[in-house]
């Protein structure tokens, strides 16, 4: 029998089940297991982990358990992947990016925060461990802008030759875009400024002029440019990695407390439901709100601003630390209390 046959198989809990299957396999002959040969075992298999074979409650427990612990694995994997991502530019580099944007107007950068991220009430890692982070919880990012932050002269002009200097530099730029308060009988923008994004090696750049902004001299305009990361890559598909890897992971550990219980008594079996049941109301919304996120800051093409993950740690931080807890409550009762079905049921 090929070894991808056995690999398959694997997906079977260890039991009389797997061993026929193998040995029918191996009847068989055949040399290597075509697509629909291995999406079935894998199918049939995954199924049988869950046991419980007349209920289908289980599969949808199972199902939304490997979303929300496929979300922590690419949370985690993404969160590790960003302390390899290249850091910002300096020295040199983004003296370089200061000038280009603002020449001959000294300009100065600084950064909001010291190391990946930027949380406004700077807690320590205690302080974040009981009680998450600020609502303003971001990715740290450089903010560039000329010696008292205003320019003299006309900002739409400003605005063309800047994009100008940037393309001349190898920077993709977007076009502008007006910018300015909305008025309300109208719904036309009062233009009161300009807006454009430019992008290089891994680097994003948003630009903006205002004139609205309060004590602007006379003749003059506020403006100010914000450096920004992208994603990387290698970040979205450890990401990726991390999601199917969590969610493999939570359909076994369910399939292993289902199997362990499913000849328990009432009490036990309740003690390993009841605690899942509440963890999920905790934990699925904040799962199915980070999961598209993730997949919409990769395909938007700009900055991440905030990880997809930020609202966990942020609103939902003490919902998912409880949620964690009632897992745990579930699984240490199975473990504790329940025992091992005394007879496999086949998928």
């Known amino acids: 029998m090929s070894r991808g046959y056995r690999l398959l198989v694997r997906a079977y809990p260890p039991g009389r089940r797997r061993g026929e299957l193998l040995d029918t396999l191996a009847e068989a002959g055949r040399a290597r297991p075509t697509v ?6 894998l199918r049939h298999g995954l199924r049988a982990r869950l046991g419980r074979p007349a209920s289908r409650g289980v599969v949808v427990l199972a199902t939304m358990i490997a979303l929300v612990t496929g979300f922590v694995g690419a949370a985690v994997t993404t969160r590790i992947a960003w302390e390899f991502a290249p850091g910002y530019p300096s020295g040199a580099r983004l003296e370089a990016i200061e000038e280009s944007l603002f020449p001959g107007l000294d300009p100065s950068s600084e950064r909001d925060g010291d190391g990946l991220f930027h949380d406004v009430s700077e807690r320590s890692f205690g302080e974040v461990f009981l009680r998450g982070h600020d609502e303003d919880f971001a990715f740290a990012t450089v903010w560039i802008g000329p010696d008292g932050g205003f320019v003299k ?19 993709q730029v977007s076009d502008a875009e007006v910018t300015g308060a909305t008025w309300i009988a109208t719904g036309e923008i009062d233009d009161s400024g300009r807006r454009f994004t430019a992008t290089r090696d891994g680097l994003a750049l948003t630009v903006q002029t205002e004139t609205d902004v309060v004590d602007t001299p006379a003749g003059s305009f506020y403006a100010t440019a914000e450096l920004d990361r992208l994603t990387p890559g290698w970040i979205t598909a450890a990401g990726v990695l991390g999601m199917l890897v969590g969610g493999l992971i939570g359909w076994l550990i369910t399939g292993w407390a289902s199997r ?12 390993t439901r009841e605690p899942a049941v509440l963890a999920l109301v905790l934990l699925l919304p904040q ?32 919902c998912g630390f409880l949620g964690f807890v009632l897992f745990a409550v579930a699984l240490i009762t199975a473990a504790v209390a329940g025992r091992p079905a005394r007879v496999e049921v086949s998928a």
């Open 287 to 318: 799962a199915l709100l980070g999961l598209p996120a993730m997949v919409f800051q990769q395909v938007s093409g700009g900055p991440p601003v905030q990880p997809f993950w930020s609202l966990s740690l942020t609103y939902g931080f003490g």
């Open 153 to 171: 002269g006309d900002y739409p002009a400003w605005t063309a030759a800047a994009q100008q200097r940037l393309v001349s530099e190898g920077w």
């Open 36 to 41: 629909r040969e291995a999406v079935n075992l």
């Open 260 to 271: 362990r219980t499913q000849e328990s008594s009432g009490p036990v079996r309740s003690l």
